[in-house]
């Protein structure tokens, strides 16, 4: 038994950081308005946020330096009542910068986005146009297939505040992972904080359990152990 259990979680460790891919960001959906927006530190660095949408927006805001790559996705969790689930995904920077993003022809874009813009800005809408179902993909760490939805790359040709959100256009609900930047950046530490939390995030997000009840059996294993361990000791 202590030997399946060191197994697996030496396994669990040695995964490489590119299973990983996106370092957690922790949400509870309270991101709704510019002022409540979701703090991204470093839109080039890449983050990942499980969120719920209920017939709302929900808004994230970041710094960037001219030139900096943005990279943003939208995938939804394969999950049966989410097969049509296709919110949009939005970017609200400076006019000044917005007025090219026609221009550099990145995917077809509106300005349908029925919510306050601050002063000075402007918003583009990317939808999903693909077929549906759309493309899957497995992610290993995670144990969870999603449907890919749109992504946007682009460079950022202004410094400034930026925000994105996201929403649905029907005022439909349905849960979401956004994805923002590009590079992969892990600590040693990460291993045992970031990387344990954001496991069991993802359980709880595509409500497979499954293996947390596995994960709760090992651990109550291992604590049975050392408890048994202790009493042998105490009894000698």
């Known amino acids: 038994m202590q030997k399946i259990v060191f197994i697996g979680l030496f396994c669990l460790l040695m995964l490489p950081a590119s299973a990983f891919g996106h ?3 922790p949400t509870d959906g309270s991101n709704i308005d510019y002022e409540s927006a979701l703090i991204i530190p470093d839109p080039v660095i890449s983050w990942a946020m499980y969120e719920e949408l209920e017939g709302n927006a929900l808004f994230y805001k970041f710094e960037a330096e001219k030139d900096d790559r943005l990279y943003s996705s ?3 969790p394969k ?9 949009s995904l939005v970017l609200i920077g400076p006019s000044t910068f917005l007025d090219l993003v026609d221009e550099l022809k ?11 813009i601050p002063d000075g800005y402007d918003a583009y809408v990317f939808d999903f146009n693909g077929p549906i179902p759309s493309k899957e993909f497995y ?3 995670g144990q969870i297939t999603y449907w890919e939805r749109q992504e946007i790359d682009l460079e950022l ?3 400034g505040t930026y925000y994105m959100a996201v929403f649905d256009k029907n005022g439909s609900s349905g849960k979401l992972a956004l994805a923002i930047g590009y590079i992969e950046d892990f600590s040693g530490n990460d291993f045992v904080t970031v990387l344990p939390n954001a496991w069991l995030e993802s359980r709880y997000f595509s409500e497979d359990f499954s293996p947390l009840v596995i994960l709760v059996g090992i651990v109550s294993g291992i ?6 361990g202790i009493y ?3 009894k000698q």
């Open 23 to 25: 370092k957690l960001i």
């Open 74 to 76: 939208i995938v939804i």
């Open 79 to 87: 999950l049966d009542d989410l097969e049509n689930f296709t919110p």
């Open 106 to 116: 990145v995917i077809d874009v509106d300005k349908n986005f029925d919510y306050p």
């Open 139 to 141: 992610e290993p760490f």
């Open 157 to 159: 040709e202004a410094p």
């Open 223 to 228: 604590s049975a152990l050392i408890g048994f």
């Open 232 to 234: 042998r000791k105490i």
